[in-house]
T-cell receptor, first 109, second 114 residues
Framework: AQRVTQPEKLLSVFKGAPVELKCNYS??????LFWYVQYSRQRLQLLLR??SRESIKGFTADLNKGETSFHLKKPFAQEEDSAMYYC???????????FGKGTMLLVSP | DTEVTQTPKHLVMGMTNKKSLKCEQH?????MYWYKQKAKKPPELMFV???????INESVPSRFSPECPNSSLLNLHLHALQPEDSALYLC?????????????FGPGTRLLVL
């Protein structure tokens, strides 16, 4: 069975500090990995997906198949980055998402 | 139009009421989803429709009844709900259910069952 683990419920940093939100997954094949973000009172929206290898809002994430990880990173956090971040995966051939429990990122001034 | 819309935004209902949630998208997506999200928890998949046919039902109680009248619309009919059903109900859509598709989410309907 596939599983996504986000070990931190809450991550609190100061503005300008580097941020790393951890995500580990369990799946025997080659999944597609996503990061979704939910700002306060806004819809859940895609931040990035590993297959597109984009950098969105300064965030990047690299798929490490050896460590089965897909950590989300940003070199300098901004206050507007404060939100709930969910890591998710889909299995090949399927679009149903398996979500991690989420990490709340709080960026203080 | 590149958004998924949901109505109503908020809904309060009694345990004997019947109500419906509505979801709409005009992106030509042929896969649509209902999720339930409790506070500070990830979304939980309820139903998946593919080409207007129900393809996945995640053992959801029969008091929730989905309907997909056409490729742009998805309804969730509610009847005899329990207080523990209070949650944010999210609709999402993707091009298809096959392949590595991105899901696009609506803003949700916040449901309170009294």
């Amino acid at each position: 069975a596939q599983r996504v683990t986000q070990p931190e419920k809450l991550l609190s940093v100061f503005k300008g500090a580097p941020v790393e939100l951890k995500c580990n997954y369990s799946y025997s094949g080659s999944p597609e990995l996503f990061w979704y973000v939910q700002y306060s009172r806004q819809r859940l929206q895609l931040l990035l997906r590993h297959i597109s290898r984009e950098s969105i809002k300064g965030f990047t994430a690299d798929l490490n198949k050896g460590e089965t990880s897909f950590h989300l990173k940003k070199p300098f956090a901004q206050e507007e980055d404060s939100a709930m971040y969910y890591c998710a995966l889909t299995a090949p051939g399927y679009s149903t998402l398996t979500f991690g429990k989420g990490t709340m990122l709080l960026v203080s001034p | 139009d590149t958004e998924v819309t949901q109505t109503p935004k908020h809904l309060v209902m009694g345990m004997t009421n019947k109500k419906s949630l509505k979801c709409e998208q005009h992106m030509g997506h042929r896969a649509m989803y209902w999720y339930k999200q409790k506070a500070k928890k990830p979304p939980e998949l309820m139903f998946v429709y593919s080409y207007e046919k129900l393809s996945i039902n995640e053992s959801v109680p029969s008091r929730f009844s989905p309907e997909c009248p056409n490729s742009s619309l998805l309804n969730l009919h509610l009847h005899a709900l329990q207080p523990e059903d209070s949650a944010l109900y999210l609709c999402a859509s993707s091009h298809t259910t096959v392949g590595r598709e991105t899901q696009y989410f609506g803003p949700g309907t916040r449901l309170l069952v009294l």
